[in-house]
């Protein structure tokens, strides 16, 4: 049974802010995105939000007329009116925050570039200095690869190593030059065996780039 669509209102969409008014019906829903910018949301009706999220888990969240509350860029879910009268609230969106928008979609590239086994578009989403550290090797800090050819060859040998390889249930988010994206990595090594592990990578970035790449993954025992 799908559910109704939330209805947006844009009340000002300066450049600087996007105020946008999302009435929802009982049951109604925005459907799946991810925030590219930093926001506040201000009830205009006390409510309950049920909360769709990118882990396959749910939240709810209680609304109170009047009283607002702010998240960060990256938030992803689907909003759900879980109450049983209509429910609504005013979007602020700071809009001019561009720069972590910009990084957040090479977050999503960088994802989809491991999923495909792409080198090329992994190495467009790396700045002109870049660097990999791994999450295994000798030192503290893991095997460091420093400049895009020892980067170029690190991700081809990972490819390489695992034959089969997925990044799944992929999460990110950006808080001003720090990325955070977290996956589960499922893959098969060259000698068969199976490897499936949670990890995230830290990334620093230069423009909308990625200049590090800091990876880091459980460690099974
Ligand atoms: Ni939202």
């Given at each position: 049974m799908s559910r109704p669509a939330a209805e947006p209102v844009v009340h000002i969409d300066?450049?600087?802010?996007?105020?946008t008014e999302w009435r929802f019906a009982p049951g109604a829903e925005t459907g799946w995105h991810i925030h590219g910018h930093d926001y506040v949301i201000v009830p205009l009706t006390d409510?309950?939000?049920?909360?769709?999220?990118?882990d396959g888990g749910s939240a709810e969240a209680t609304l109170s007329r009047g009283v607002p509350y702010s998240r960060r860029t990256g938030v992803a879910?689907?909003?759900?009116?879980?109450?049983?009268?209509?429910?609504?609230?005013?979007?602020?969106?700071?809009v001019d925050s561009d720069l972590s928008a910009r990084r957040l979609e090479t977050l999503d590239r960088f994802l989809a570039a491991w999923n495909g086994r792409d080198v090329d578009a992994l190495m467009a989403c790396m700045a002109d200095s870049c660097a990999f550290r791994a999450s295994g090797g000798p030192g503290a800090d893991g095997t460091r690869h420093e400049?895009?050819?020892?980067v170029r060859a690190a991700y081809a040998a990972l490819f390489e190593a695992f034959p089969e390889a997925a990044w799944t249930r992929g999460r990110h988010s950006v808080s001003g030059d720090t990325g955070l994206s977290s996956w589960r990595f499922v893959g098969v090594t060259a000698a068969g065996e199976r490897v499936e592990v949670d990890g995230c990578d830290i990334f620093d970035f230069d423009g909308d780039r990625i200049a590090l790449k800091d990876s880091y993954r459980k460690n099974r025992g």
């Open positions: 300066d450049g600087r802010f996007r105020v409510g309950r939000l049920e909360l769709g999220l990118p879910h689907n909003v759900v009116n879980g109450g049983d009268e209509p429910l609504a609230f005013l979007e602020v969106e700071a400049g895009r050819g020892a």
